[in-house]
């Protein structure tokens, strides 16, 4: 049992030291999270990221964004700063990039800056709400950066940078941006403000930067799409009118309206496919009839640029019920195929704070605006082509937490394999130590039934040299004591002798059978090994002379019981052999016991022994059972010379 425990235990630790070899070896850092924590992990991106806006990219003409000179160094002091008019609590900057197409990588932005950092402030004091360096990874990004921070009071915000990107070419540096926006709460309160940026010179397009246009088309992940609202011009001869009764009268500040592609082929077959006029006038009243109208604010188209998906436009706080848009120049700017005598809106916003009050509002048209079968309702039915849409700070935000789940996720997902990989690794191993444990179980389960054989078959045998040995000898010497008895029968002082004696070796051989096999605990028959070889001799060897000396009987206590049991044994066997087969007259015993042996030695003065009969086999059984050398041959006198040797153990 001993010896199957001790293989179990040597498999296992064989199987642990190759799983910490192989731990050691991949020398990466693991996550301190669970298995089941990054499968759950990377089922919450997945989940987040099907519920957030798409980064669907905008096509055709129209604003890029601001781009400063190009400097030979990226360390440059740059800065941008936003005039916001007056002073108002905000709590989010929103900085968009410039997106270009690389050839290599696909469509990256180009000229956002490495590091800077965001400060607000008023005529009195300024704050730095942010800051941002390289080592941050804001690059590579198409998303929008979002900058949260506690409510600060700012009449202007300033972007000062301290590090620029390289351009695409990767010649020289640049900062570009596509727009900012300042939000208070959900309204933006830097569209169409005044911007300005640090050493101006070489640098293009700085108005741009507040214009509302973005690179993205707003694609929410929720909601049905919208077919666009399509209205010929039927009488070009006077303006056309669209009018929102709002249902009742809000303080209002900004109009949005979404322009939609009226030709989807790829690619557009025209430039104005927008069907967006070129001149738009916005107005508004609380009275259905405007006699109270009030002009709010109004679109014109001058170049190509003046265009986007969502054209947003902020005003003066005005209290209205109705808001008309009066189309005074439907053509677009600019068309291959001429004008086009159609206009076209997915949807018009129309906010307070941000907040859009003219979704599900009634829609008006002038007579020589034609009229599409299902009605005008598309046009506030909060939906693009896209589906839902989004407040704009809602917008950019989901866009940039797209770019840091999208960013996230690879990182995730490849940990997840590496612990999928790893645990199929172990997997392996136990699988392989299970192997070897079985290999080791099946070889320890044959050791120990070998074992068990072999100690029965031992068992079997010193059964059969016990049983031999004392039980043989002690009838040997009743035999012989039985004799003397027959020939002392005249004389019944020798006679008693002898029958007390035959009587002594038959209680002896009567107790020898009941402890036959555990001759080496029964402390009634071997007390003293010395002893019971004397008096054994002196029963056996009645009508031989013997000699029997012994040197160093101290060192004898060292044996143990089973080894003096046997020593015994043999001993006895070697005088009832040279008693029935020796012809001797005479017998020397010699027990030699040192710190390190036990030497027996026995010698007669008898016949011999022949050679054809050889060692008997009780003797040899029984020094092979005290793992003994045993040597027996004839004197040179006649007779024959009994050795064995064994060690004296500690």
Same mark, same amino acid.
């Given at each position: 049992?001993?010896?199957?425990?001790?293989?179990?235990?040597?498999?296992?630790?064989?199987?642990?030291?190759?799983?910490?070899?192989?731990?050691?070896?991949?020398?990466?850092?693991?996550?301190?999270?669970?298995?089941?924590? #990054?499968?759950?992990?990377?089922?919450?991106?997945?989940?987040?990221?099907?519920?957030?806006?798409?980064?669907?990219? @905008?096509?055709?003409?129209?604003?890029?964004?601001?781009?400063?000179?190009?400097?030979?160094?990226?360390?440059?002091?740059?800065?941008?700063? &936003?005039?916001?008019?007056?002073?108002?609590?905000?709590?989010?900057?929103?900085?968009?990039?410039?997106?270009?197409?690389?050839?290599?990588?696909?469509?990256?932005?180009?000229?956002?800056?490495?590091?800077?950092?965001?400060?607000?402030?008023?005529?009195?004091?300024?704050?730095?709400?942010?800051?941002?360096?390289?080592?941050?990874?804001?690059?590579?990004?198409?998303?929008?950066?979002?900058?949260?921070?506690?409510?600060?009071?700012?009449?202007?915000?300033? #972007?000062?940078?301290?590090?620029?990107?390289?351009?695409?070419?990767?010649?020289?540096?640049?900062?570009?941006?596509?727009?900012?926006?300042?939000?208070?709460?959900?309204?933006?309160?830097?569209?169409?403000?005044?911007? #300005?940026?640090?050493?101006?010179?070489?640098?293009?397009?700085?108005?741009?930067?507040?214009?509302?246009?973005?690179?993205?088309?707003?694609?929410?992940?929720?909601?049905?799409?919208?077919?666009?609202?399509?209205?010929?011009?039927?009488?070009?001869?006077?303006?056309?009118?669209?009018?929102?009764?709002?249902?009742?009268?809000?303080?209002?500040?900004?109009?949005?309206?979404?322009?939609?592609?009226?030709?989807?082929?790829?690619?557009?077959?025209?430039?104005?496919?927008?069907?967006?006029?070129?001149?738009?006038?916005?107005?508004?009243?609380?009275? +259905?009839?405007?006699?109270?109208?009030?002009?709010?604010?109004?679109?014109?188209? @001058?170049?190509?640029?003046?265009?986007?998906?969502?054209?947003?436009?902020?005003?003066?706080?005005?209290?209205?019920?109705?808001?008309?848009?009066?189309?005074?120049?439907?053509?677009?700017?600019?068309?291959?195929?001429?004008?086009?005598?159609?206009?076209?809106?997915?949807?018009?916003?129309?906010?307070?704070?941000?907040?859009?009050?003219?979704?599900?509002?009634?829609?008006?048209?002038?007579?020589?605006?034609?009229?599409?079968?299902?009605?005008?309702?598309?046009?506030?039915?909060?939906?693009?082509?896209?589906?839902?849409?989004?407040?704009?700070?809602?917008?950019?935000?989901?866009?940039?937490?797209?770019?840091?789940?999208?960013?996230?996720?690879? #990182?995730? +997902?490849?940990?997840?394999?590496?612990?999928?990989?790893?645990?199929?690794?172990?997997?392996?191993?136990?699988?392989?130590?299970?192997?070897?444990?079985?290999?080791?179980?099946?070889?320890?389960?044959? &050791?120990?039934?070998?074992?068990?054989?072999?100690?029965?078959?031992?068992?079997?045998?010193?059964?059969?040299?016990?049983?031999?040995?004392?039980?043989?000898?002690?009838?040997?010497?009743?035999?012989?004591?039985?004799?003397?008895?027959?020939?002392?029968?005249?004389?019944?002082?020798?006679?008693?002798?002898?029958?007390?004696?035959?009587?002594?070796?038959?209680?002896?051989?009567?107790?020898?059978?009941?402890?036959?096999?555990?001759?080496?605990?029964?402390?009634?028959?071997?007390?003293? =090994?010395?002893?019971?070889?004397?008096?054994?001799?002196? @029963?056996?060897?009645?009508?031989?002379?013997?000699?029997?000396?012994?040197?160093?009987?101290?060192?004898?206590?060292?044996?143990?019981?089973?080894?003096?049991?046997?020593?015994?044994?043999?001993?006895?066997?070697? =005088?009832?052999?040279?008693?029935?087969?020796?012809?001797?007259?005479? =017998?020397?015993? @010699?027990?030699?016991?040192? +710190?390190?042996?036990?030497?027996?030695?026995?010698?007669?003065?008898?016949?011999? &022994?022949?050679?054809?009969?050889?060692?008997?086999?009780?003797?040899?059984?029984?020094?092979?059972?005290?793992?003994?050398?045993?040597?027996?041959?004839?004197?040179?006198?006649?007779?024959?010379?009994?050795?064995?040797?064994?060690?004296?153990?500690?």
């Amino acid at each position: 049992m001993r010896l199957f425990l001790l293989i179990i235990f040597l498999c296992w630790s064989g199987c642990l030291t190759m799983q910490m070899t192989l731990a050691a070896g991949k020398g990466e850092e693991v996550s301190d999270k669970s298995l089941g924590e #990054i499968e759950m992990e990377l089922t919450e991106i997945d989940d987040e990221l099907e519920k957030l806006a798409n980064f669907t990219l @905008r096509g055709g003409v129209g604003s890029l964004g601001y781009r400063s000179k190009v400097y030979t160094e990226p360390t440059n002091e740059h800065w941008i700063e &936003i005039n916001l008019e007056h002073e108002v609590l905000i709590d989010q900057v929103v900085l968009v990039p410039c997106l270009w197409r690389d050839t290599s990588t696909g469509v990256r932005s180009e000229g956002f800056p490495k590091a800077f950092r965001v400060v607000v402030g008023t005529e009195d004091e300024s704050h730095e709400v942010a800051s941002f360096h390289s080592e941050d990874g804001l690059l590579p990004r198409i998303a929008p950066l979002v900058v949260s921070f506690k409510p600060q009071l700012a009449s202007w915000v300033r #972007i000062e940078i301290s590090e620029m990107s390289l351009l695409i070419n990767g010649l020289k540096y640049v900062v570009q941006l596509s727009e900012i926006l300042v939000f208070s709460g959900a309204e933006n309160v830097a569209l169409q403000r005044v911007a #300005i940026a640090g050493n101006e010179q070489g640098s293009r397009r700085v108005p741009s930067l507040t214009d509302g246009f973005t690179p993205y088309l707003m694609d929410a992940a929720k909601g049905e799409l919208s077919q666009t609202r399509v209205m010929g011009v039927l009488d070009p001869s006077s303006a056309p009118t669209i009018t929102v009764d709002l249902g009742e009268a809000y303080l209002v500040n900004q109009i949005n309206l979404h322009t939609a592609h009226v030709a989807l082929s790829i690619p557009m077959k025209t430039l104005g496919a927008r069907s967006v006029p070129r001149h738009v006038r916005v107005s508004g009243a609380q009275s +259905a009839d405007f006699s109270d109208e009030v002009f709010l604010c109004a679109y014109q188209q @001058r170049t190509l640029l003046d265009n986007g998906p969502v054209i947003m436009r902020r005003f003066e706080e005005t209290l209205c019920r109705y808001i008309r848009l009066t189309i005074v120049d439907y053509r677009p700017v600019a068309s291959l195929e001429g004008a086009a005598a159609v206009v076209a809106f997915s949807e018009i916003e129309v906010l307070t704070k941000g907040r859009n009050v003219a979704l599900g509002a009634d829609i008006v048209m002038s007579s020589n605006l034609g009229r599409a079968e299902d009605g005008a309702e598309r046009m506030t039915d909060g939906l693009n082509y896209y589906g839902k849409i989004l407040p704009e700070k809602e917008w950019m935000g989901q866009l940039a937490r797209r770019h840091d789940l999208e960013t996230l996720r690879p #990182i995730v +997902a490849k940990e997840l394999s590496l612990r999928y990989e790893r645990q199929k690794r172990y997997l392996s191993i136990a699988i392989w130590a299970a192997v070897i444990m079985g290999a080791g179980i099946g070889f320890s389960l044959l &050791i120990v039934r070998y074992s068990h054989l072999k100690n029965l078959a031992a068992f079997k045998e010193r059964f059969a040299a016990d049983l031999h040995d004392e039980l043989g000898a002690n009838l040997h010497t009743i035999g012989l004591l039985s004799d003397l008895a027959e020939v002392s029968k005249e004389s019944p002082e020798e006679l008693s002798g002898y029958l007390e004696r035959i009587r002594v070796m038959t209680e002896r051989s009567g107790y020898a059978v009941q402890h036959v096999t555990t001759l080496n605990e029964s402390s009634a028959l071997f007390s003293e =090994l010395v002893t019971d070889m004397k008096r054994s001799s002196e @029963r056996i060897l009645t009508q031989l002379e013997h000699d029997f000396s012994v040197e160093g009987e101290e060192y004898l206590s060292r044996l143990k019981p089973r080894t003096s049991v046997d020593l015994f044994l043999f001993y006895k066997e070697c =005088l009832v052999n040279t008693c029935r087969h020796s012809n001797a007259t005479e =017998l020397k015993t @010699r027990l030699v016991a040192t +710190a390190k042996e036990v030497s027996l030695s026995i010698e007669d003065n008898g016949k011999g &022994i022949e050679q054809s009969y050889g060692v008997p086999k009780s003797l040899r059984r029984r020094a092979r059972l005290l793992k003994a050398k045993l040597n027996v041959e004839n004197s040179v006198d006649g007779g024959i010379s009994i050795s064995l040797k064994l060690r004296n153990g500690k």
